[in-house]
């Protein structure tokens, strides 16, 4: 596994010595992975094209690995993510008919979380949180409306309604997210985001937890504590899941971390990855270590924030 050479000074010890987590999705630097973060994310490994790229023929072998990995490194683990629009089989995508795309979204949730249910007891005696299931990614459009997907498309908003229930039958203790990005400053969208938990949460608390990805760009995070602050008016949990900053200074980093710091919704803070060197955004160096697996100048930012 990918290693610094540099002595680290334990991101996520620091973090949890605050009340809070620190996250990173899964990827090949596990050294790092093991000193410095407390939990995980799959990357890819959980989605519906990676479990259920063929109608009622689950594959876990990706997920699998990382759930026996953060259960022997005694990491609290997020399944990422069980409904998306994205990376989504193409059998799905053709579904037209409300009653079999109800029951298509029922199977899969029951199966993917409840693959993990029970297996993730590592994640409760940890101190923070229990297990976190993203259940539904990417719902509206930037102006506030719901996005086009399958799912919006033949089901209504009712779509969300039904993937929270799966979620909640396959695994009661999990805490489920909604989870979207350019809710990156107190925007359109952000408003739109709590008015939509409010809505679905209204008879009975359905999403736990609101999930703010965070693919920011350089001088991106000025309107992170807003963000925050405003998804917070939700009455849930807020986490920023998906961290990654394209072009960062060190402050555009120690910005988002205070940001976090200064809301106490703010439960968690997700690194998309650990180096630059696989992230998906590598030619942008996003992340807090570089291509050499050395921390950058914002990792000893953070460090010395904390
Ligand atoms: C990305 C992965 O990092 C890439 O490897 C993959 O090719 C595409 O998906 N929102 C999400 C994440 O919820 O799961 C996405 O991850 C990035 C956008």
Redesign the pocket.
Same mark, same amino acid.
């Given at each position: 596994a990918a290693t610094s050479s540099t002595a680290l000074s334990g991101l996520n010890t620091k973090f949890t010595a605050k009340g809070k987590l620190f996250w990173a999705?899964f990827s090949a630097n596990e050294a790092i992975l093991e000193s410095e973060f407390g939990a995980v994310t799959p990357?890819?490994s959980m989605?519906w094209d990676a479990t259920e790229s063929t109608q009622g023929t689950f594959t876990f072998s990706g997920s699998d690995y990382l759930v026996d990995w953060a259960i022997s490194n005694s990491k609290i683990i997020r399944g @990422?993510?069980l409904v998306?629009h994205?990376?989504l089989p193409s059998w799905v995508s053709a579904i037209t008919d409300a009653a079999t795309l109800t029951s298509v979204i029922q199977t899969h949730i029951a199966n993917v979380a409840g693959q993990y249910s029970g297996k993730l007891y590592v994640c409760r005696p940890l101190p923070l949180r229990p297990c976190i299931l993203t259940i539904y990614?990417?719902v509206l459009n930037d102006n506030g409306t719901l996005r086009s997907s399958v799912f919006y498309d033949v089901l209504g908003e009712s779509f969300i309604t039904i993937a929270f229930k799966a979620a909640r039958a396959a695994d009661s203790t999990a805490k489920l997210y909604i989870?979207d990005?350019n809710l990156d400053s107190n925007n359109t969208k952000v408003q739109a985001m709590v008015a939509l938990v409010k809505r679905i949460n209204a008879d009975e608390q359905l999403i736990d937890g609101i999930g703010t990805?965070m @693919?920011l760009s350089a001088g991106g995070s000025s309107g992170a504590a807003a963000a925050l602050a405003a998804l917070a008016e939700a009455g849930i949990d807020v986490a920023i899941t998906?961290l990654d900053i394209a072009g960062a200074s060190a402050s555009d980093y120690t910005t988002v971390v205070d940001a976090c710091l200064s809301t106490s919704a703010c439960v968690s803070i997700t690194s998309?990855?650990v180096s630059d060197a696989n992230s998906?955004r590598a030619s942008s160096t996003p992340l807090l270590f570089d291509s050499d697996y050395e921390p950058k100048a914002a990792y000893t930012a953070v460090i010395s924030d904390l």
């Open positions: 999705s990357e890819n989605k @990422h993510t998306w994205s990376q990614s990417e989870n990005y990805q @693919h998906e998309w990855g998906w």
